[in-house]
């Protein structure tokens, strides 16, 4: 049974208790992703202990909030407060992340025949990555429950902003990273004062290390929706999607998929402002869709059939370090995603990367991530194959800059 990701996201109107009355947070409660059980947000939590799922946020409204609030609000990620769940502004852990551009494609664009192809720059965020939206709320709630100390498994970008988040807030951190990551992820790491072990393997493996490190549980792992809060920080990107682009939604979203966070979080934000009437009930929503590389593509393969589910999945390394995550914790969510918005999921080849790469480099002046890349090699595909319309808004995600993974790619401009 599959509970529709309104229903979480449903923004119920409550009577104001006290605690509303001094929080600039509407949060009222935790629910697990699967069964649906409550659980109390003003202790810590990891997953649901019900069902070892995700925790999702929720939140209660006590008096009609419209739009109007955004006016004058700073120009980060908390400028929507009120759905975010750090109940004291002194928390939040900040270093100016969100509110990115979201830029027109339009020399790439047209030469491909899209009529309106746009680009939300996520490199331009803290740490050079998506990931610093993440970590700023992740981090900021670990200060308001007491937290000692944070430890993560991750592919290159999560530690990065963990190390620079915790480092702002005076939290011990610990990053357990792949060997092979490039050495700018992991020298920034150390720049941050974080303590970093290198190990052989994927993202799994980090994580079944961070597990064997943190067995009496004294660190949080934040892991990819280990704890309720990484996805409420990348749900920002959804309020955002629709407040900068005056409220009318692109026909397709182009997500470059790991973990899942910032596809699950996008849909969730969606929800909620429909439950908080900023989007028409009746509203077209985005199809959304899930990019991965094809050397580690367990969502692809689930999604077209080709597995049960990705519990058992085997992938191999790629540039596109973000979207090496073989077992995703958030697949079912992510799958759930992809049905509601009648979205789809692909995979693009480590070659195809750095031809988008170079693309968006020369007609653009943007120097993306592969992982942005392999998201507009996967419009460019979609269009060619009649799924997206020449005539649609398509909206790229690029999650990160293309400076760190300079090591990734060296000299392939060339060719
Ligand atoms: C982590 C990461 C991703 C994948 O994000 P998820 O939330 O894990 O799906 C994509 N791109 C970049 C650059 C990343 O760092
Ligand atoms: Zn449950």
Redesign the pocket.
């Known amino acids: 049974m599959v509970i529709p990701f309104a229903h979480f996201a449903g923004v119920k109107a409550e009577t104001m208790s006290t605690s509303l009355l001094t929080s600039v947070s509407n949060i009222s409660h935790l629910v697990c992703s699967k069964c649906q059980q409550e659980y109390s947000h003003e202790s810590l939590q990891r997953v649901s202990a019900c069902c070892g799922m995700p925790l999702l946020a929720r939140y209660a409204v006590s008096a009609p909030f419209s739009q109007k609030v955004l006016q004058n609000k700073e120009g980060t990620m908390w400028r929507y407060q009120e759905m975010l769940p750090v109940i004291k502004p002194e928390n939040k852990v900040s270093l100016g992340e969100g509110f990115t551009p979201i830029l027109s494609l339009k020399n790439l664009g047209s030469s491909y025949g899209f009529e309106n192809l746009l680009l939300k720059d996520?490199?331009q965020n803290p740490t050079g990555?998506?990931?610093a939206r993440?970590l700023s709320m992740a981090i900021s709630k670990a200060l308001e429950l007491g937290v000692e100390g944070c430890i993560i498994p991750?592919?290159?970008?999560?530690g990065v902003a963990m190390a620079a988040y915790c480092a702002k807030a005076n939290l011990p951190a610990i990053v357990v990273m792949p060997r092979h990551t490039p050495k700018a992820f992991k020298e920034e790491c150390y720049w941050y004062g974080a303590e970093v072990h290198l190990l052989d393997g994927l993202i799994h493996d980090c994580a079944a290390e961070v597990r064997k490190m943190n067995h009496h549980g004294q660190l949080l792992d934040v892991s990819?929706l280990k704890e309720p809060y990484?996805l409420e920080g990348?749900k920002t990107m959804g309020y955002e999607l629709a407040e900068q682009l005056q409220w009318n939604l692109p026909d397709v979203i182009l997500?470059?998929?790991?973990?899942?966070?910032?596809?699950?979080?996008i849909w969730k934000a969606f929800q909620e402002m429909i439950a908080l009437g900023w989007l028409d009930k009746d509203v077209r929503l985005p199809r959304m869709v899930?990019v991965q590389a094809q050397n580690c593509r367990p969502l692809v393969d689930t999604f077209l059939g080709l597995q049960q589910n990705s519990q058992q999945y085997n992938g191999k390394p790629t540039i596109?370090?973000?979207?090496a995550?073989p077992r995703?914790l958030?697949e079912p969510l992510?799958l759930q995603v992809l049905a509601e918005s009648k979205g789809t999921a692909i995979a693009i080849s480590e070659e195809e990367m750095v031809e988008g790469i170079r693309e968006i480099g020369k007609k653009e002046g943007l120097f993306v991530?592969?992982?942005?890349a392999a998201v507009w090699m996967a419009a460019r595909q979609l269009l060619s194959q009649g799924w997206i319309q020449a005539q649609e808004k398509v909206l790229l995600?690029?999650?990160?800059?293309g400076q760190k993974y300079v090591q990734n790619i060296e000299g392939q401009y060339l060719n």
Do not use: D
């Open positions: 996520e490199g990555s998506f990931k993440g991750t592919a290159g970008n999560a990819t990484r990348k997500y470059p998929a790991g973990g899942g966070t910032g596809l699950i979080g899930a596109a370090n973000g979207l995550v995703p958030g992510m991530a592969p992982e942005g995600l690029n999650t990160g800059a």
